[in-house]
């Protein structure tokens, strides 16, 4: 079910009625039916993969907890290929067979191995890092096993954050489904003015800039450069307001019932280097691979090489769990590169006096966040482009400069308003955090007009045309 | 918490007001002002639903709309022609503006144009309806149609402003703009470049999923026109690329049209047209002189049955 359809908005208002209705004790079993529901709703069939992976990892936490030394890291080990496992084949199989054939082939040979008809089932990555959490939480001794299976399968699965997260830990999230929420008036306010903030990012600005990006990106044959570079910071918002805007949705409805999810996303493009850039993106994620990959790699207590290489690889990693495509190999590497550039090139300065060249702080600042934004939309390229030969081709258009800008409107008018109504709120809560929003005033009659101002800016710009999250795909 | 609960409906409700209140405000002046454009694709709609009255009407997308010059083609039937296309509309629009013209007089003749792959299942093919959405409170013929946007667009329609989502800029530039030479060319838009890539043989698919929807309103769109007595002709006007398989679509259209005794001309392939470059504005359309050879051709086909 897709949060931006009519469908969700029905089931919402009946989930969060019953569930502040039933007694405590049912609540948790309400969650996990609507759960398997809301999933249900786009292929049935693919809830089973997921009971897979909930099966074994439920018996491989209880098991790990009583168990010891070899045998308890054989346990996790065996949840992990478990999980992995079943992204693999889903995920993978095809791309790697496709490489095979790519190899074979040049080498006169055919490829016996046959490709799969399956189609990933939506948020199956999602899913699947959350798992592996629960797991190595117990391993490590931070979480203990959960006993009833009820609850670890809700928490694998409850619905916000089912299909494209944020990604929970279970020291967060599991005793949770335990506490008594009451229905708090200003907790639910808060919870459903942050879905409303998520709604006028999908519909305002992600689902109407898609409609040029996707214009461009899927026609390369058609622009030329200027577009192209239009069509790219498009994109930086679009992908933003679409993740951020699900993120916002997701905490949101949670947070109507009472449940406390993890912030995902802090105003990225406000980042004055690439590596706040990914303290304030994806966090979830960022966090996951801090804490499950890279530490475990030994992050940055080693060699300076191998820290570096631990970085690139972390993103590389990063990359392919966006998606089983070269582009997402490249996309990830870039951002690995950049930010083992950056360390380097931190390190080469250190000793320098740069104190003759002194620059007002504002200005400062602003060149770094341009500067990473621009790093960043380059990025993208990669990460929207269908295929590298096409990513490369973008480039090479956007480095001639040349060609007429494509401009549809009104939807280009739409997009530059959004773009602004969004840059705009950030900028304030980035800068001017002591200054109360108009969302949270004092006054009803400033916060209503707010409410009201949003609701109607969505029926008159906003695109109701129930398109996909960006990130579902993964 | 129960006063928590009483006290949070009381300030939704309040809020519900507010809204709905706003929103019949801001729907009703968009609503006004959307019914006076002198310009753009949606004041060649208006016309079309609310004022039309030739006698030879001309339905389809874009092709229609570039392809059918309609003076052309009144002077050689010798009857009153209005082309109703419209960019990145098909079928399903025409079928609704057909429904809704049919409440208010009888044409003598109409003619569809039909494109390659029009029945093929594509997701968002049924949002380019919203085109028709300030239609429907006053036509309810067109409300089926509409209706199949989404199962809830009854329930979106509940608001004023829904109708008009993201056109108000759109009907503030056409209410300032002088009036559209669309109407003195009877709805027919010309174009007046030449294509500048070589023709390719397009391996268009031999395969691919049905609307039976779409399917079946196009049969009850000829079965309405032949109902009341109204002669109906179906085109598939020419493309510049070389089609390597037969469309399924076009197949199923002259199926339909055989099975009512509806005359089919099929110039997808015509090689008058074919792969001249000369002849196109783009691959799909016709530019200006090759649309008027073909209305003649159309004209022609067309005049022995009136």
Redo the contacts between chains.
């Keep these: 079910m897709l949060f931006n359809s ?2 969700f908005l029905i089931f919402f208002v009946v989930v969060t009625s019953l569930y ?1 209705a039933l007694p405590h004790k049912y609540r948790w079993f309400l969650l996990l039916v609507a759960s398997c529901y809301f999933y249900m709703a786009f292929v049935p069939v693919y809830i089973l993969i997921l009971g897979f992976t909930i099966v074994i990892d439920y018996f491989a936490g209880i098991w790990l907890e009583n168990a010891t030394g070899r045998r308890r890291k054989m346990l996790l080990v065996l949840s992990l290929v478990a999980n992995i496992g079943v992204l693999a084949v889903f995920k993978y199989y095809n791309f790697i067979n496709e490489n095979i054939t790519t190899v074979l082939y040049g080498a006169g040979f055919e490829n016996p191995i046959p490709y799969l008809s399956i189609l990933l089932p939506i948020g199956l990555s999602f899913h699947t890092f959350q798992a592996m959490s629960y797991t190595i939480e117990v391993y490590r001794g931070h979480q203990t096993a959960e006993r009833n299976f009820g609850i670890y399968a809700l928490y694998v699965m409850f619905y916000p954050q089912l299909v494209a997260g944020p990604i929970e830990r279970p020291q967060n999230l599991l005793h949770q489904f335990y506490e008594k929420h ?4 200003k907790r ?2 808060s919870g459903l003015k942050l879905m409303m903030w998520g709604f006028f990012k999908k519909l305002i600005i992600a689902d109407r800039l898609s409609i040029y990006v996707d214009t461009v990106y899927n026609h390369p044959e058609n622009c030329e450069g200027i577009t192209f570079i239009v069509a790219t910071i498009f994109f930086a918002f679009q992908i933003y307001c679409d993740f951020s805007g699900y993120s916002d949705i997701a905490i949101g409805s949670a947070r109507v019932m009472g449940f406390k999810l993890m912030e995902n996303f802090r105003r990225p493009y406000f980042s004055q280097s690439i590596s706040e850039f990914w303290k304030r993106w994806h966090i979830s994620l960022s966090t996951w691979f801090s804490d499950y990959l890279y530490r475990s790699m030994g992050g940055n207590r080693v060699s300076v090489p191998r820290w570096y290489f631990n970085l690139f690889f972390v993103f590389l990693v990063s990359g392919l769990w966006h998606g089983a495509n070269w582009t997402y190999v490249i996309w990830g590497a870039l951002n690995g590169f950049y930010l083992i550039f950056a360390i380097v090139r931190k390190k080469m300065f250190a000793g320098l006096q740069t104190d003759f060249i002194r620059l007002p702080e504002w200005l400062t600042k602003t060149t770094n966040i341009l500067v990473t934004f621009v790093l960043i939309c380059f990025s993208w390229i990669f990460f929207r482009a269908r295929n590298v030969d096409e990513a490369f081709y973008i480039i090479r258009k956007i480095a001639a400069f040349e060609g007429p800008l494509f401009i549809t ?3 280009f ?2 997009s530059i308003l959004g773009i602004i109504m969004l840059m705009g709120v950030e900028f304030q809560q980035e800068f001017f955090k002591d200054k109360i929003s108009l969302l949270n005033h004092p006054r009803a009659i400033v916060r ?1 007009a707010t ?2 101002l949003i ?2 800016l969505i ?8 398109s996909q999250f960006i990130y579902f795909q993964f | 918490m129960k006063t928590q609960i009483i006290q949070f409906f009381k300030r939704l409700f309040l809020l519900l007001v507010i809204v709905a209140l706003i929103d019949l405000a801001i729907g009703e002046t968009l609503r006004h002002y959307y019914f006076k454009q002198k310009a753009g694709p949606d004041s060649k709609t208006i016309y079309a639903v609310c004022k039309m009255e030739q006698d030879v009407l001309i339905f389809g997308s874009s092709r229609a709309n570039h392809h059918y010059v309609a003076n052309d083609i009144a002077r050689v039937l010798k009857h009153s022609v209005y082309n109703t296309g419209r960019n990145g509309n098909f079928n399903l629009y025409s079928a609704a503006v057909m429904e809704a013209v049919l409440t208010r007089y009888t044409p003598k003749a109409v003619v569809i144009d039909i494109v390659e792959r029009e029945f093929e299942e594509k997701p968002g093919s049924y949002d380019y309806l919203s085109s028709l959405l300030p239609f429907y409170s006053e036509f309810p013929e067109i409300q089926g149609i509409l209706q199949m946007r989404s199962k809830f667009e009854k329930y979106k329609l509940f608001s004023r402003i829904y109708p008009y989502n993201s056109l108000f800029p759109t009907i503030a530039i056409n209410n300032i703009r002088a009036n559209d030479p669309a109407l003195d060319s009877n709805g027919y838009a010309p174009l007046h470049n030449i294509m500048k890539r070589e023709v390719e043989t397009r391996n268009n698919a031999k395969e691919y999923k049905i609307d039976s929807l779409k399917v079946k309103v196009f049969e009850e769109m000829v079965d309405l026109c032949k109902q009341k007595g109204i002669a109906v002709f179906v085109f598939c006007s020419p493309y510049y690329d070389i089609l390597k398989y037969d469309d399924p679509s076009l197949e199923m259209v002259g199926e339909i049209c055989r099975k009512r005794g509806v005359p089919f001309w099929d110039y997808s392939r015509d090689k008058e047209f074919k792969a001249d470059p000369n002849m196109f504005d783009d691959f799909q359309h016709l530019n200006d002189s090759s649309a008027r050879r073909y209305s003649l051709r159309c004209a022609d086909s067309i005049r022995r049955y009136l």
């Design positions: 009519f469908d502040f009451e229905f708090d008036i639910v306010a409107n009104p939807n008018f739409f209503y409410y009201t609701i109607i029926l008159m710009m906003g695109v109701f045309d129930g």
